[in-house]
């Protein structure tokens, strides 16, 4: 990697969302860079069976469904190397990703880091994650065949996971603080019709307690405040996810949670920044949205990159005006037949309706609007101007 090299676009994170955004970018030719901390898939790749991905009506596998997006965006051009991420620098148009390995450049940037399990924050949970406590069914749940194990949480994870150990484990007991469950009703029948599985209601995790690893569990009664132990060998923890947001907080606007805050068209609070997946504030967390919300992310980000450029060529050296119009007014139609009939070459039309992120960039309240740049520095401008009045301006400055 290379200091100096300035990608397209770089994607942050390598799950559903990132995969996609690779994908739809790659096909549209940016040069494109997916940057992932740990390996490719997030949260997806660890997920046994995926049964309502459209396409797969008997289900795929998280990992398989990984593996097809990673050979599909890699087909289309896209690179994918590791790094984690450090922070984020913004200079003009350029955004610079402070990582691991170093500094990597790009006009645009996607993020989509996703989440990772909220801890249970009690006591021994640190001291035995890898000796018994595990946020990842797929990956650890072999290593309990034949042993007895407790599942905390309520929701779909929790659910399909505890349904899952049951390939491995003799008995799974469910710890959930209330006394119903919040997955989806599907879920719940396979569940309750798992003999293997014990529901322990309005109670949660006190301490997780063992020599070496795990071999218990503290539980206390939400109702009765009774407080017991029950022997396990091993505790995987879904009790909701936090955002991979830290490292852009204070650069970003984030929501109460740390979700990080866009429009419809993925675009965050800085020009050129989108964000897409589990870490944006969003209504629904699954692959099919976040893989949605990648197309539309790299679909608008292509736009700005191409926007960008452009602006940026024809605008860096010499003296350059730029006339904002609209295309959908007579006004606008008039200024693109008098723009052509000049033929400037120091003068460029831009349609502000089509091309609104350079209107925003130059601060256009009202068409037409005139702008004037020298090397780059814009050292005049005029908003709702008659194309009259840019004719005489025009000439007034020897322009024309």
Known sequence: MSEEKVYDLIIVGGGPAGLSAA??????????????????????????IIENYPGFPDGVSGSDLVSRMEEQAEKFGAEIDFADI???????????????????????????????????????????????????????????TGKIIAVVGGGNSAVEEAVYLTNFASKVYL????????????????????EKIEVIWNSIVTEIKGDKFV???????????????????????????????????????????????????????????????????SVLKQVITAAAEGA?????????????????????????????????????????????????????AIDGYKNSRISRKLGVEKFPAVRIFDNGKEVYSNDGISVHEIVNLLKERGII
């Open 215 to 281: 071999e218990a569990v503290s539980i206390k009664n939400l109702l009765t405040g009774e407080v017991k132990d029950v022997a396990v060998s091993g505790v995987f923890v879904y009790v909701g996810v936090v955002p991979n947001s830290q490292v852009f907080k204070g650069v970003l606007e984030l929501d109460e949670w740390g979700y990080i805050k866009t429009n419809e068209e993925m675009e965050t609070s800085i020009d050129g920044i989108f964000a897409a997946g589990d870490v944006r504030a």
């Open 23 to 48: 994908i739809y970018a790659s096909r549209a030719k940016l040069d494109t860079l997916v940057l992932e901390k740990n390996f490719v898939g997030g949260q997806m790749a660890n997920t046994d």
């Open 175 to 194: 710890i959930h603080r209330r006394d119903s469950l919040r997955a989806e009703r599907l879920l719940q029948e396979r569940l309750f019709a798992n």
């Open 296 to 348: 539309i992310a790299a679909t608008f980000a292509e736009k700005y990159v191409r926007e960008q450029v452009y602006f940026d060529q024809n605008i860096s050296s010499g003296r350059k005006v730029v006339v904002v119009y609209s295309s959908i007014t007579d006004e606008g139609r008039e200024i693109v037949k008098c723009m052509s009939e000049l033929e400037a070459s120091n003068v460029i």
């Open 86 to 144: 450090e922070g984020l620098e913004v200079d003009g148009g350029v955004k610079r990703l402070k990582t691991s390995e170093g500094d990597y450049l790009s006009r645009a940037l996607i993020i989509a880091t996703g989440t990772e399990q909220r801890k249970l924050g009690v006591k021994g949970e640190a001291e035995f994650t890898g000796r018994g406590v595990s946020y990842c069914a797929v990956c650890d749940g072999a290593f309990y």
